[in-house]
């Protein structure tokens, strides 16, 4: 077997390559079937024909790549994550997870387990193009109805569209669902946060990925002239916005496991010689536990009411998205803790704050995540790096999650059953 360390630097030299498949010249930009998906497709099914693997794009872009099992028959373990990029990217968001698999298969040297190894570099996690994410992993689940397909991006393309421009036929779209005979999935990703590596751990054992709520808040006003309104005598929708931000600020510090986030306003009219008439808030709150997050949810509801009330304007909320927490699958969580104990780090469990495919083939497969640590915290920026140390401990470790889970008889012999005792 060649040495992991070896593996490792191969896995960081492929991710950089990889990034120069770009949409943008002076920067990474990848999104759903554009034209630099098909270089990338390329490039990987060329590392994996000489290891006895075959690779094909199922008809939302997703490349699948299987390497055989010791028998015809046996069942499928997926291990994957995404190929598509936000603007401005870093090379190793999503796409480590799946040259990291391929270094996988070539540790194996030709020796087959008890099951099939499924490599899925999905064709879209990020939700760029069309404002929807998991196109691709929504697909193994069969999740993609004719409302999503019928979505449309900036250029008025549908979903159904670019599947077909790209030369994929969507009516085959109900082929890529997993099949019956699929044990589970386990993802390797960048953390893309801090935590890691402020506790000085190499790799994380990803619990569960935390709830989120997407909200808009709007506090109406009446805006007037800011040179002869009195203070007093004010109905300042920003002042009330300004107010409000610290209560959730203050609030989400105070609160164990909880983020919450005023990502952007927009104020009406919007002069310097203006009392604001409108500010319009998003809110993003995030949590490992449902009832924890719907709770903070109505706490800054309630104080924005609270405040509108005070400075007699009113407030109106939207909300945008409410996504469950997804709670990884125990028997799959102990093995990857017992694996990372044998690449030699401490199996430190974590809750992932951002999504992942993981959480959508969680509802129909066991599935796991192994977060890698992410230098300086930094993700989605040209600035995104991985430690060496990192990729040949999570070689090591996914070597051992396969060498575990194809000595467990009964996880062999329960396909597409989830193990949450």
Not at 209 to 223: D, P, S, V
Not at 269 to 282: K, R, Y
Not at 381 to 402: N, Q, S, Y
Request: proline share 4%; aromatic share 6%; net charge negative.
């Amino acid at each position: 077997m060649r040495d992991s360390e070896t593996l490792a630097r191969e896995v960081i030299a492929r991710c950089q390559a990889l990034a120069r498949f770009s949409e943008d010249a002076t920067g990474i930009r990848r999104t759903f079937l554009s034209p630099p998906m098909r270089d990338v497709h390329r490039a990987i099914a060329e590392w994996v024909t000489p290891l006895g693997a075959s690779s094909r794009v199922d008809a939302v872009g997703n490349l699948r790549i299987l390497y055989p099992g010791a028998e015809a028959n046996a069942p499928r373990l997926l291990i994957g994550s995404h190929l598509d990029t936000v603007p401005n990217a870093g090379a190793y968001d999503g796409i480590l997870g799946v040259v990291l698999a391929v270094a996988l298969l070539t540790a194996c040297e030709g020796r087959k387990y008890p099951f099939a190894l499924e490599v899925v570099g999905f064709s879209e996690e990020e939700g760029v193009r069309f404002g929807t994410p998991f196109i691709g992993s929504r697909a193994l689940v069969g999740s993609l109805d004719e409302e999503l397909l019928s979505r449309r991006d900036a250029q008025g393309i549908s979903i159904r569209e670019a599947i077909a421009n790209f030369g994929l036929n969507p009516a085959d779209i109900p082929q890529t669902a997993m099949g019956d005979d699929t044990l589970g999935y386990i993802e390797f990703h960048i953390e893309q946060g801090p935590v890691l590596e402020h506790a000085g751990h190499s790799l994380g054992v990803v619990e569960a990925i935390a709830g989120q709520t997407r909200m808009e808040i709007t506090f109406l006003g009446h805006a007037n002239h800011a040179g002869t309104t009195p203070m007093s005598l004010r109905h300042d929708a920003l002042a009330a916005a300004a107010e409000w931000i610290s209560v959730v600020e203050q609030h989400a510090q105070s609160t164990n496991g909880l983020v919450a986030t005023v990502g952007s306003i927009q104020v009406k009219p919007g002069a310097v010689n203006v009392i604001t008439a409108q500010a319009l808030l998003t809110l993003d709150v995030r949590h490992q536990k449902d009832e924890a997050r719907n709770r903070a949810v109505d706490f800054f509801v309630g104080q924005a009411e609270d405040i509108a009330k005070r400075r007699r304007l009113s407030v109106r909320s939207k909300k945008l998205l409410d996504q469950q927490a997804v709670p990884l699958d125990s028997f799959l969580l102990n093995r990857v803790a017992e694996a990372v104990s044998r690449a030699g780090c401490e199996a430190y469990r974590m809750v992932s704050g951002a999504g992942h495919d993981a959480m959508i083939l969680a509802a129909r497969i066991p599935s796991a995540m192994v977060f890698l640590r992410t230098p300086g915290g930094i993700s989605h920026d040209p600035a995104e790096a991985v430690e060496v140390e990192d990729v040949t401990k999570a070689i090591d470790c996914g070597f051992h999650l396969l060498d575990q889970v194809a000595s467990s008889a009964d996880f062999l012999s329960s396909p597409s059953r989830t193990h949450r005792a």
